[in-house]
């Protein structure tokens, strides 16, 4: 028995070294390869062995074949025989899948074995230290950046604040309308638009500091004031990380929006996991109401997808109120359903400002394509990939882009070529004959299945995947434009421009900190969560921490299915951003108060 085991540990110990040397590119000659080879078998060696476990090996299983889908083209390069290539992604596949399973479940056993200590002192005034923190770090970043950080997208909500373009919701309108409120305020008051941007930034640096202060303090509510380590280390996340001081001071909706997602999600825990004794229409319950109406309803103004986010949160949220009302008794039965109507009557105004409220401001909504990313980028890959059309599918596609421009515009990490592609030609034509289109759509994955994933793992995985190289938080200063505003440092010289070098491209050289670079580590984070909750058997099917889960879940779903323009990680910043809650939330099962 013991001698199968060796010979079985051996045996997965090679197959996981093969597979890493594959991956990161590494010669099967290299000097490392024995010492990885031991390292494995030490591990292998002291993992139990079990058959398939879940949610561990299902974990292991879903990053295995994320993997593979993302590098199988990588891992196959270098071979011209077909032999060769299925054998390289069948050890790479077998390989990554027993290391992963061994190292999640040791991972889960040392999670497992960590004991709760002795009661500590709460760490005092959370919330402010946070706050002093996050405001303290980012200043730097306002001084260097100011007055604000304006790309493209910037400059166009800014043009339509001051009167030269038309007001449209492309980018959303009630950002753009607080947007003009500080570029007026700076022209006609302060006669100076700098001015006024650099108020608006201010503004918006910190309010994302208090969000940041109000997320930690909200964890130290939901741990009872135990564990202040974990208070210690969200204010350092959310104060030193570079890319937060950076986006503080991006003149971006994305931003505000974060901070929108951190509140809701905070409000959302401390509803779930604090069982009300007060009065049904005492101070706290009718304050928690009104704010859940409003950021609500915030989530679904300020970025397209949070309106999309919303209704796919709306089941949960209602199912779980609905339970939570049937084990209240007397008055207390009263307040899921008022935290109910706060959530339908959120969606219901947002539907009515979308629609009757911007028609009658003859704002312009954006336009069909905007929405069509991945099935426009996966019906040009068919095309780019030489790929069989019949006429009639040929005649359909003619009559809104040229066809010929497709391959030379083409770029599968990034949807706006084609867009720009279907805006040149006729848009019209596709809104007119949307269901045609579907239908087309539908037929070419049917026979272009590989197609299809191939172009949807080119323009997302950056979100699910942490190995994508991308520049985070690179951007700087403010372009060219005809609104009045530039870039007028008041931190300036060749040192700080070299600090705030070194600063962000830490993540480029030191081992492990790029992984905090990466939207995709905060991705496998979630889902890491998920996958310890699931393991706690003692937990009741519908646990109230899946609520939580489900937020940034959410918006990953609409990014998947919608990916705006390519993987940016202002994109996911949300994720990002609230990463300290949900995956505790994930890890410690909180108990309500009493």
């Given amino acids: 028995m013991e001698c199968k085991k060796t010979i079985r540990n051996v045996i997965t110990a090679v197959l996981s070294t093969w597979a890493m040397l594959l991956l990161f590119h590494v010669s099967m000659r290299a000097f490392i390869a024995p010492f990885l080879f031991a390292a494995l078998y030490l591990l292998f060696s002291r993992t139990k062995e079990e058959r398939f476990v879940f949610p561990q090996d299902f974990l292991a299983l879903l990053y295995t074949l994320l993997t593979l889908m993302a590098e199988h083209k990588r891992l196959t390069e270098p071979f011209d025989s077909a032999l060769f290539r299925v054998m ?14 061994a190292a999640v479940r040791a991972v889960f056993a040392w999670i497992a074995k960590q004991k709760t200590k002795k009661e500590e002192e709460p760490l005092k005034h959370v919330f402010l230290i946070t706050f002093l923190a996050c405001m303290l770090c980012y200043l730097p970043y306002y001084l260097y950046e100011y007055p604000g950080i304006c790309s493209p997208d910037s400059i166009v909500q800014l043009e339509q604040a001051a009167g030269l373009r038309s007001y449209s919701n492309h980018h959303p309108i009630v950002h753009t309308y607080i ?14 638009v700098n001015m006024g941007l650099a108020f608006y930034t201010f503004v918006q640096m910190t309010f994302l500091s208090l969000c940041c202060a109000y997320l930690n303090r909200t964890i130290q509510v939901l741990l ?20 937060n001081g950076v986006f503080a001071v991006a003149v971006w909706k994305d931003i505000p ?48 997808n949070g309106f999309y986010m919303m209704l796919l949160l709306l089941p949960f949220f209602l199912v779980f109120l609905f339970l939570q009302r049937e084990k209240e008794e007397g008055a207390q039965k009263k307040l899921p359903l008022a935290y109910a ?59 809104v882009i040229e066809t010929e421009h497709v391959k030379s515009v083409y770029a599968e990490d990034f949807a706006d070529n084609m867009k720009e592609l279907v805006r040149a030609g006729n848009q019209q034509y596709l809104v007119e004959h949307k269901a045609e289109f579907f239908r087309l759509w539908l037929r070419l994955g049917l026979r272009y299945p590989g197609t299809y994933l191939q172009a949807w793992i080119a323009l997302t995985k950056g979100y699910w995947y942490p190995d994508v190289a991308y520049h985070t938080a690179w951007i700087d200063g403010i372009i060219e434009n ?7 440092p008041v931190l300036r010289g060749r040192i700080v421009v070299k600090i705030k070098e070194i600063v962000l491209k830490a993540g480029e050289f030191v081992p492990g900190l790029g992984l905090l ?41 609409t990014l998947f299915l919608a990916t705006p ?20 939330t994930g890890l410690e099962g909180f108990e309500p108060s009493k």
């Fill in 88 to 101: 390289t992604l069948i050890i790479f596949t077998a390989g990554l899948f027993l290391l992963l399973s």
């Fill in 179 to 192: 947007l003009s409120l500080f570029y007026r305020f700076g022209e006609n008051t302060l006669n100076n």
């Fill in 224 to 243: 009872r004031g135990r564990k202040r380590i974990v208070n210690i280390l969200t204010m350092l996340f959310f104060a030193l990380l570079p890319f």
């Fill in 257 to 304: 929006f974060t901070g929108i997602v951190m509140l809701f999600m905070s409000l959302t825990a401390r509803i779930v996991y604090d069982d009300q004794t007060e009065e049904m229409f005492s101070k706290t319950n009718l304050l928690r109401i009104v704010s859940l109406f409003h950021l609500a309803t915030a989530l679904c103004v300020f970025r397209s």
């Fill in 341 to 399: 109507c706060a959530l339908i009557l959120a969606v219901a105004c947002a539907v009515y400002f979308r629609g009757p409220v911007l028609q009658s401001q003859k704002v312009t909504q954006p336009d069909f394509v905007e929405s069509l990313c991945v099935p426009l980028q996966q019906v040009a890959r068919v095309i780019v990939n030489n790929g069989a059309l019949t006429e009639g599918e040929q005649e359909l596609i003619a009559n």
């Fill in 482 to 488: 005809d609104v009045g505003v530039y870039h007028a």
């Fill in 517 to 557: 670079f990466s939207m995709g580590t905060y991705t496998w984070l979630l889902l890491f969560a998920a996958a310890w909750k699931a393991n706690k058997k003692r937990l009741p099917v519908f646990d109230k921490g899946w609520l939580i889960l489900l937020i940034p879940a959410a918006l990953l779903v």
């Fill in 565 to 584: 323009t390519a993987t940016e990680f202002r994109y996911a910043y949300p994720v990002v951003m609230t990463m300290p809650l949900f995956f505790l």
